[in-house]
């Protein structure tokens, strides 16, 4: 399976790549599918059904919302997040769906749009169906779905289970395991961004891979900026005050020598500005999902802002190892928590940073594997239990945390030679054992840990 960076990163709206803009995604496909079929103006009823994780927590993650705007066909990067409310009470209010944003439907968000708490589809926990069906009753399409972790959506194949379908491309040098990657590295001498740079060749030249990272990287920057200034309560009832808005006044006043630590109470509020943005629904990267959208941007700004010699070409170069870096968890793992819990989430992102700041910051390939490693080490076993269902207890701190620990993955691994005893490979294949023994609970359906254990209020 062929991989681009540019699968890995999109830029889509909060508050969860699997829950909100899969979701999205998946119903927008459905929608288009029955227009390019030239079914559109056929349909006199359309229906959705979530599953699994997506039933348990969806009305927290936005899902319901998400699906709605996806069938009138709304696309997460494009959608406008500042109105986004107003069309889904204005389908609320009016019955309707305008299918495609061509067709208007009939549609009861209490009887056409179902979440199933306890029941889930084998294919994956994050499960959907979509149908719709002609005035005389007969079903015109049906469409199982499934939403894999950082946006990725699915469709059921004919024998009934979830994959994704091979992507062929030839690659200059392809690899499945941290082992090949660092062999490419040591046979070519070549970084590991030289490696993902001369793959990403094989679909677009060397100046649109530069224009399309510093976009997403522009977007990042955005979404900090937007967090550091908008104040107030985050939505879903659990009346979460944003605080990245007052750490940036504070820190914006400190003219003084101060604490010698406090470069990291500037990694914490990137961290805490995009997932505060991700959590009020505005547009984010995934990186590699929304839940964890906040350390590959902390840590970049980290380096952009405080280590000297920083410049676009690093940027680039952190974005194209970061990416490769989870590559290797999306295909021998997963980066899903409603798969393997947290760990997939901000686990993987923190692998991510830490390995590639170590490369900006003049680490070999080993020593940039050994980072990676060290990162997703030390948030094995991390479980996903978001406390009513929502993308801001633990999640948002967790990023923070999960930020500061990439840095000091990155410097740990600096003062090595690379050689250690647990390999990235072997660390990924743990996490995703870890996230298979773990209890259903605890990978993002609000059933256990934090989610029970804490009042709402």
Not at 279 to 303: D, E, F, K, M
Not at 358 to 372: D, S
Request: aromatic content about 4%.
């Amino acid at each position: 399976m062929a991989l681009s960076v540019f699968d890995l990163y999109s830029v889509g709206i909060g508050p969860s790549s699997s829950h909100t803009v899969g979701p999205m995604r998946a119903a927008r496909r459905f929608a288009r599918a029955l227009e390019e079929r030239g079914r559109l103006s056929d349909v006199t009823r359309v229906r959705a059904e979530l599953f699994g994780s997506l039933g348990a927590t969806g009305r927290g993650h936005g899902s319901d919302q998400a699906v709605v705007l996806g069938l009138e066909g709304e696309d997460p990067a494009t959608v406008d997040t500042d109105r986004s409310g107003e069309r889904v009470a204005r389908v609320r209010r009016e019955g309707a769906v305008l299918l495609a944003g061509k067709h208007r439907v009939p549609f009861d968000t209490d009887t056409d749009l179902l979440l199933h708490r306890r029941r889930s589809l084998p294919g994956h926990p994050n499960g959907m169906v979509f149908r719709a069906w002609a005035a005389d009753g007969g079903e015109l399409a049906s469409r199982t779905s499934y939403s894999v972790g950082g946006g990725f959506v699915v469709d059921e194949t004919a024998t009934g289970s979830a994959a994704i379908v091979p992507d062929t491309t030839r690659l200059a040098f392809p690899f499945s395991s941290g082992a090949e990657l660092l062999a490419h590295c040591a046979r070519e001498g070549l970084r590991v961004s030289d490696v993902v740079l001369a793959n990403e060749l094989a679909w677009r030249t060397e100046a649109e891979v530069r224009t399309g990272l510093l976009d997403l990287w522009s977007v990042m920057r955005d979404c900090v900026d937007r967090g550091c200034r908008r104040e107030g309560v985050l939505p879903g009832g659990l009346r979460v005050r944003r605080r990245a808005p007052a750490l940036f006044a504070e820190l914006s006043a400190d003219r003084g020598p101060g604490d010698p630590l406090r470069v990291l109470e500037w990694v914490n509020l990137f961290a805490l500005a995009v997932n505060e943005e991700n959590a009020s629904g505005g547009r984010i990267v995934t990186a590699p999902t929304n839940g964890a959208a906040g350390i590959v941007p902390a840590v970049l700004h980290y380096y952009t802002r405080f280590v000297p010699g920083a410049d676009e070409d690093g940027v680039v170069r952190f974005l194209l190892t970061a990416a490769a870096i989870g590559m290797l968890f999306k295909r021998n793992a997963s980066i899903s928590g409603a798969e393997v819990g947290c760990q997939g989430e901000v686990g993987s992102a923190c692998a991510m940073a830490a390995g590639a700041l170590c490369e900006v910051l003049g680490g070999t390939p080993p020593q940039v594997e050994n980072a990676a490693e060290v990162g997703i080490e030390h948030n094995l076993g991390l479980t996903c239990d978001p406390v009513g269902g929502l993308v801001q207890i633990p999640c948002i701190e967790r990023n923070a945390v999960a930020s500061v620990k990439a840095i000091n993955a990155a410097r740990l691994a600096l003062v090595g030679d690379g050689v250690h005893k647990v390999s990235l490979d072997q660390a990924i294949k743990t996490m995703r054992d870890t996230g298979r023994d773990m209890k259903d609970k605890y990978k993002e359906t609000a059933r256990g840990g934090l989610a029970v254990n804490v009042i709402e209020c």
